[in-house]
Structure formats: structure tokens, C-alpha cells
């Protein structure tokens, strides 16, 4: 029997637990089954830190560890707050992807996400920058996690192309691909299909990479809001990468699914 919480970022929901007895993978894959567990696009597990305030395991809904998630990274820093964890205000969390600066309030946490990398390592990525397959252009670019950007157009079916693009050979690792259409200066929508996860109402690291794709290539303005299915998101593209969004708890309760 596993205490759970489940909380949602935008539409991208997500299972807190503490520490398993178990392997942790295999606690992921059981209760964000969306038939036969819970039901979630992750699973995150919270763990003292020698470097931060606290760190942050997180798993896909498939059992795979990946290094940041930026609509998770809030959900779970609400939990540890609800939990007396972390302090409101100014604190800091171990990633894979390194230590994230929070500032955690109630209603909105912001994360920064620091700076882009667009000079990728080749075990990532073959070409660095972007990426043309089958005539479509990708950019690419690592924010927290590795993400390509696709400026969409009409003639695209995106629901074909999301995991073909997703798990295609160029990619070693598999990569988030987020298509995108620019409203105006300040709005973009976004939507995006996450490698180990598959299609979500919502991206957190995927929208940022988003609006940086977008403003290096000068179709919008530093600050933009991010339309996204399950709600907005509201980046700020400077040095470094500033995402802010809401984090919600949906329920509690026990999961007793054998083996666990």
C-alpha cells in the first residue's frame, strides 16, 4: 500500500509519493497506468539533498528516469510545501538537470530554468541546432531536458508526426517534440508530444523551449504567454529562462495494487 498525492500543472498531472520500498520504476509504471493504477503522465519522489534545499527523482509514466520537468518541478515543490519540506519564497532543487532556482509561492512558482543550450552533444543529437527530416525543420534545444521545436503550418499532421519525430533514429536519446504556432508577439500556442509519455495537455519545459525557439527566431518578444491545452504558462526569455505557471492539488489517498 502506497500514500499518494496527485497534482496537476496545466493539465500535466502527476503522482507524488514518498521514498518507496521498492524499485521506483516500477512503482511509476504501476500507479500512472491510467487503467489499472492511478493514472499520470510521472511520478515524482522527494529526497534530502546535499546541494540544494531538496532533490527531486522524477519518472516518466513509462518507468524512464528523465532529468527535469519543468509543470512537475512545480507540482512538486507545492507538495513539499503543503508538507512543510520548503519554506515559501526563494529555495532551491536537485535535478538531474542540475540545481533549479524556485521561488515558491501559493498561487504561482516560478522556475528558472537557466540558460539554453543549443550546441548540443552528438550522443543527443546528430546535427546540432536543428534538424531537417522528411522537410521538416526541428530545433533543437536543451532546456532542463532535450526538446525540438516545430513552426507549424496547416499542411502538418502533427498527431502522425509526434512520435514518428519523437523516437526517430537522428534523436539517440528520443526527444520532446513541441509544434508550435506563433499568435502575435506575446502568445504562442504550443502542444507537444514527450518522449516515455506521449501526447500532453502540457509541457513546462517544452513551452519555454518554445518561446526561446521562438524569440531567437524573431518572432516574439522576450516575455510571452504560453496557450497551451490545459491552461497558460508565462515565460520570460533572457540570460537565463524564466517559466512560471500554477501548480493544483487534485486528490489523495492509497494505492493498493499488489507487489508494492
Given amino acids: 500500500m502506497i500514500r499518494f498525492e496527485k497534482y496537476h500543472g496545466t493539465g500535466n ?4 509519493i514518498e521514498p518507496p520500498s521498492t524499485d521506483a520504476s516500477l512503482v511509476a509504471k504501476r500507479l500512472c497506468d491510467r487503467h489499472f493504477g492511478i493514472g499520470a503522465d510521472g511520478l515524482m519522489i522527494p529526497y534530502p539533498s546535499d546541494i540544494a534545499d ?11 528516469p528523465a532529468p527535469m520537468c519543468g509543470n512537475g518541478l512545480r507540482c512538486f515543490v507545492k507538495y513539499c510545501l503543503n508538507h512543510g519540506y520548503l519554506p515559501k519564497g526563494p529555495v532551491t532543487v536537485e535535478t538531474l538537470a542540475g540545481v533549479i532556482d524556485v521561488d515558491a509561492q501559493e498561487d504561482i512558482i516560478s522556475l528558472n530554468l537557466n540558460r539554453p543550450k543549443f550546441d548540443l552533444d552528438e550522443n543527443m543529437v546528430i546535427d546540432p541546432d536543428s534538424v531537417i527530416i522528411d522537410g521538416i525543420t526541428l530545433h533543437t534545444v536543451f532546456l532542463g531536458t532535450l526538446h525540438a521545436i516545430v513552426i507549424q503550418d496547416k499542411t502538418m499532421d502533427i498527431r502522425q508526426l509526434g512520435e514518428k519525430l519523437s523516437y526517430h533514429p537522428r534523436f539517440p536519446q528520443a526527444i520532446n517534440v513541441n509544434f508550435i504556432e506563433v499568435i502575435d508577439r506575446s502568445t504562442i500556442k ?9 501526447w500532453t495537455l502540457s509541457c513546462g519545459t517544452g513551452s519555454a523551449a518554445s518561446a526561446v525557439i521562438a524569440h531567437r527566431l524573431q518572432l516574439t518578444d522576450p516575455d510571452v504567454t504560453v496557450e497551451v491545452q490545459g491552461g497558460h504558462l508565462q515565460v520570460h526569455v533572457g540570460e537565463d529562462v524564466i517559466l512560471s505557471g500554477p501548480a493544483v492539488k487534485i486528490a489523495s489517498g492509497y494505492f493498493e495494487g499488489e507487489g508494492l
Fill in 190 to 198: 504550443v502542444i507537444t508530444h514527450e518522449r516515455g509519455a506521449g
Fill in 13 to 16: 498531472d502527476f503522482i507524488l
Fill in 54 to 64: 531538496i532533490r527531486m527523482e522524477y519518472y516518466n509514466s513509462d518507468g524512464s
